[in-house]
């Protein structure tokens, strides 16, 4: 069996607020396996968007063990955890955080900027994702020039760009209508059959039925 994507043990995240400390997440136990599609549920407060921060290095945890991609977290320094993040994981958001004056292409290309890759295969890539996304014909548009669905699949090409371990998406249909929501998650459905391992955070149940595995979050408590 290969090793996990993600693995936490007895996770905690408390944040000092004031003159006390306050307790998120209360000894995660959480394991991702490579290849699966799953969804994080919990309402505002939970503690979902703290679990996401962590999985995604954007954070550390205060205490307990978390490996990802067979690496040790907690003993990574900033510059560690920054080369960790740009490799392993890719990340899709509510907000697309698209540059708006630069082209969709110039867009997904943005994260190859910090790797040392041959420049011809990444827009080689790039053009690739494009195309398996519908939007080989707006390579060349501004983001304003798209719908928030097209927005939303160009932030996904940008966060498959240098074939990270871990797709991770935080409430990537929160702006969307349902049509278009459901399109979105067309795409990631279909990302995760090529192989790629996605976790959706989201409090929606209509998305969060997409995944195979549905993991719910209260109160800082994994309740699976």
Do not use: W
């Amino acid at each position: 069996m290969s090793d996990p994507v993600c693995l936490m043990e007895n996770i905690t995240k408390s944040f000092h607020v004031g003159d006390q400390d306050l307790h998120v997440l209360k000894g995660v136990n959480l394991r991702i396996e490579q290849g699966e599609f799953t969804a994080i549920m919990g309402t505002s407060g939970s503690g979902k968007s703290t679990l996401m921060n962590l999985m995604g290095c954007l954070d550390v945890p205060t205490s307990g063990r978390f490996l990802l991609a067979g690496r040790d977290v907690m003993q990574l320094n900033d510059d560690e955890l920054s080369e960790l993040r740009n490799e392993h994981i890719g990340f899709v958001f509510q907000s697309f955080y698209l540059l708006p004056y630069a082209t969709v292409l110039e867009n997904v290309l943005v994260p190859t900027l910090y790797r040392e890759k041959k420049k011809d295969r990444v827009r080689e890539r790039a053009v690739e994702l494009l195309t398996l996304v519908g939007l080989e014909e707006r390579m060349k548009f501004r983001p304003t020039q798209l719908s928030g669905g097209e927005q939303q699949r160009v932030a996904i090409c940008r966060a498959l760009i240098n074939d990270p371990e871990l797709l991770l998406a935080d409430e990537p249909t929160g702006q969307l209508d349902s049509r278009t929501a459901e399109e979105i998650m067309g795409v990631l459905t279909r990302t995760n059959e090529r192989g790629k391992t996605v976790v959706v955070i989201t409090h929606d149940a209509d998305i969060a039925a997409y995944a195979r595995r549905v993991i719910h979050i209260r109160d800082g408590i994994i309740k699976e």
